[in-house]
Each structure stands twice: as C-alpha cells, then as structure tokens.
C-alpha cells in the first residue's frame, strides 16, 4: 500500500504537514492548469497544511502563504513567462504590443540555440530554478511532501530532482497525458524521434518509478500509462490512480439575477477553451451547408460563439469560402477587466451562462482517448445543455450521457448533423434540457487525495 511508503510529517516534529507545490502555471486566470492546483488550496489550507508554492512569474502572487515566483532561464520559457507578467501590470495595450516584439527579437538567436541543442518545449528551464529553490525550502522548513501539478512538465522533473536528493515522499499530478500518442501501439520510447517526446517518455517512466502516488485524469490515460510502464502499481514503485479534478464556480454571486439564461433571438453554441487543427470548428461548419440548404430559415438564427481564442486554421480557411461569416462570432481571450472589476473567469462563467448550449469540442487525435477537456467541469456546473462532439473515450461519453447531453462522434457526420437539427428545433419550442446530475466538485478530488496520503 502507498500509505507504508508516503509518511506524511516524518519529518515535522511540530505534528502539522508541510507541502511543497511546484506549479509552473499558478493563479493564471483562466488558464486550466492554474485552475486545477488553485482551486485545491483553500481545501488544504483548511486543512491545517503548511503550504509552500514556487511558481513562475506568469500568474498573481499568492499572499495566503510561502509563495515565491521565480523566473526560467532558458530564453524560450523566459520570453513566455515575461510576455503573461508584463500583461498581468500593464494590459495588453500600446506598451505590451510594443516590447514583448522586442523582447521577442532579442531573445530569437538564443531561442535558436535553445531549441537546436535540446529541442525541449520552451517551460523545460523553469525546472533548474524550481530545484534550486527547492532544495532550500526544504532544507530550511522540514518540508514532508512535495506535490508536483502540470501542465508544463519542468514541474515534475524538478520534483524527481528534489525526491532523488532529499528522498522527502511526492505524489504527483498529471493533468493532460504527459505523453501524447500518436497511434494505438505507440508505447515504446523508439516510436518518436523528437526530443521533447523522448524525455516525457523518460520523465514519465521516473515518475512511475520514484513518485509514492501519481495519478491522471481519466481512465484511459492511466490504462495506457500502465502499459507503457508495467511496473507502476507494484510494490516498491508508483500507485497509480484516476482523480477526475471537478471543479468550482467562481464567486459571481452578484451578477447571477442579470445572468439567468432566457432565450433570446439567437440560438446561441458557445465554445469556451482554444481552438486549434486537432481540435476544430470544422466538423461542424462542414455539416451547415447541407443543413442550411435543409432548413434555410435556421441560417438566421444559429450563432457559433468562440470564447477564450481564435478560430483554428482550419475553420478560418473554411469560412473565407463560405458566406457564413455571420454564423460565427470570435470573441478571443476574456482576460481582467479594469473597468468591471470581474477576472477572465468570472466573465467565462456569466457567459457560460447566458448560453443556449455550451459546445465541448474534443478533437480526433489517438491521445483524446486519455483525454477530457477540463473546460467540461465548468460546463457541469452551470446546468445548461451540452453538446459533445468527441472521439474513442467512453468515460467522457459516460459524463455527458448522464447530464441529458448531446453526444456526437467527431467521425460521424449524420450524428453532428441529427444533434444540430434536435438542437435547433427543441431551441425553437423552448425544450432544451437541463443537466440531471449533480457537478463533480474539487472537494471530492481533495477527499480522494487525502485518503491516500494521510
């Protein structure tokens, strides 16, 4: 059992836990892997846990506790970490389109230089900093667990660092599949060629290995992450588990009474989350002209909002042909607003909503079978319909079937089809459904933790 192997305050003579986090990404607004550690803390806090937090320079600095943000030395990670700190203090306005380019210029021949040498994603380098600043606040505060979350995974490589000096017990977080398939059979370290790949199949090996708990976020990604490393779950290595995260509403409170949906002149499909080739608008778009041409009147009513980004290349290309540029509206990134006072999340949240249907878009790559959008816990919240279009994961088929949702295949044309059509004509009758099945919340992924660790 894992419990023999992790002993939480072996090493805290003063009888409460202190936990070391190292999260890249941290109190980012908006951002997913920010979300899923930060929404934990008031939990742990609660607790009664000491926590110490290094993250990058990306997101708000945390007054609740130990919270350093450290800047990475590579020239890729820190050209990344400095464009989200500059807009964090000054907008994205004149100043910011004026000396993240120049910051951008200066750094490109070392980014070169990086990417040539090591040919690492650009947050690798946030790792050495991480260690370095590790080893000191556990050698200073008897830290007797260090929690790695990502995300970019600099974090979990640090964390190896950290256990393999200080042998203090980690449990570690994978949020997306740290290794990301191309095929069914993909599960040999010889089957990729690219550098960044190879040390995630490496790194995720250490972690099966040296790590006292690991888990993943969906089933599909812990059964493929076992038979890429049989060992894990024997005694002497990793317990492996599934923690699905959930998540929270953000406190809009205030705003609820002018945010209750009503349905208005526009059947309004809302995405909320980044657009890009795999994970597309087209395999809808490619279904409204034979839809359209079948119930033209449904031409001047259907809207595809885009909340969060931009339209993928693939639908942009795709619109530029067409004459339904009117179908689709892009409202890019909702970041803090000076003027309200609301954070990007808030603002997700009342427009979600505001929402006829909240539209999760999986993508129809191999690893979306190991793969949930952590956008869909937002979604489960807020009780208005979704519509599903995803690919081989019978765990998010499952969540959504349960919650009265619509579910299409991404390969499957007549099923996008046949669920725009009922979408639309129960939309027209004022019968959409409600979710029927309570959200699945943080608490629950906190309790789970716990039960395995103290």
């Not at 040498?117 to 370095?132: E, M, R």
């Not at 657009?275 to 809207?303: C, E, G, H, M, W």
């Not at 099945?437 to 660790?453: F, G, H, R, S």
């Amino acid at each position: 059992m894992i419990r023999k192997r992790l002993t939480v305050n072996s090493n805290n003579t003063k009888g409460s836990s202190n936990w070391l986090i190292l999260s890249h990404c941290f109190n980012m607004d908006g951002r997913a892997a920010s979300q899923t550690i930060t929404d934990k803390l008031p939990y742990f806090i609660e607790s009664g846990i000491n926590l110490y937090v290094l993250s990058a320079i990306t997101g708000k600095k945390d007054g609740r506790f130990f919270h350093k943000q450290i800047v990475s030395w590579g020239p890729s990670a820190f050209r990344f970490d400095f464009r989200h700190w500059f807009a964090n203090r000054f907008e994205r306005g004149f100043l910011y389109k004026t000396i993240t380019p120049l910051i951008s210029i200066i750094l490109a021949p070392l980014i070169l230089i990086e990417k040539l040498i090591w040919g690492f994603s650009s947050q690798w380098s946030w790792s050495l900093p991480a260690y370095f600043n590790g080893l000191k606040i556990i050698k200073k505060n008897n830290i007797d667990l260090i929690y790695s979350t990502g995300g970019a995974w600099s974090a979990h490589l640090a964390a190896y660092w950290l256990k393999s000096k200080t042998k203090v017990s980690w449990i570690a977080e994978i949020h997306d599949p740290l290794v990301q398939r191309e095929d069914k059979l993909n599960f040999e370290l010889k089957t990729t060629s690219k550098s960044d790949e190879k040390k995630k199949y490496w790194l995720e090996k250490k972690i099966c290995i040296n790590a006292n708990l690991v888990w993943w976020f969906t089933d599909g990604a812990l059964d493929f992450a076992k038979k890429r490393n049989p060992n894990l779950g024997v005694e002497g290595n990793a317990k492996g588990l599934v923690i699905v995260p959930g998540a929270n509403p953000p406190n809009i409170e205030k705003h609820i009474n002018s945010t209750k949906h009503k349905f208005g002149k526009y059947l309004n499909i809302s995405h909320f989350g980044s657009l890009t080739n795999d994970r597309s608008l087209i395999d809808i778009l490619q279904v409204l002209p034979t839809f359209f041409s079948k119930y033209p009147q449904a031409k001047k009513f259907i809207r595809f909002n885009i909340f969060g980004g931009y339209l993928d290349t693939k639908s942009s290309n795709w619109i530029s042909k067409f004459a339904f540029t009117e179908n689709v509206i892009e409202h890019g990134r909702l970041e803090f607003d000076f003027y309200t006072g609301l954070s990007g999340r808030e603002q997700i949240a009342i427009e979600m909503l505001k929402s006829d249907i909240l539209l999760l878009l999986h993508g129809n790559t191999e690893w979306c079978r190991e793969y949930i959008p952590s956008k869909l816990y937002d979604y489960f919240w807020t009780n208005r319909p979704i519509w599903g279009i995803i690919y081989e994961n019978p765990q998010l088929a499952h969540l959504l079937s349960e919650r009265n949702s619509y579910v299409s295949d991404v390969e499957n044309t007549n099923s996008i089809f046949e669920n725009l059509k009922k979408i639309y004509f129960q939309w027209e009758k004022k019968t959409l459904p409600f979710q029927n099945t309570p959200p699945i919340t943080v608490k629950n992924a906190v309790k789970k933790i716990y039960d395995e660790i103290l």
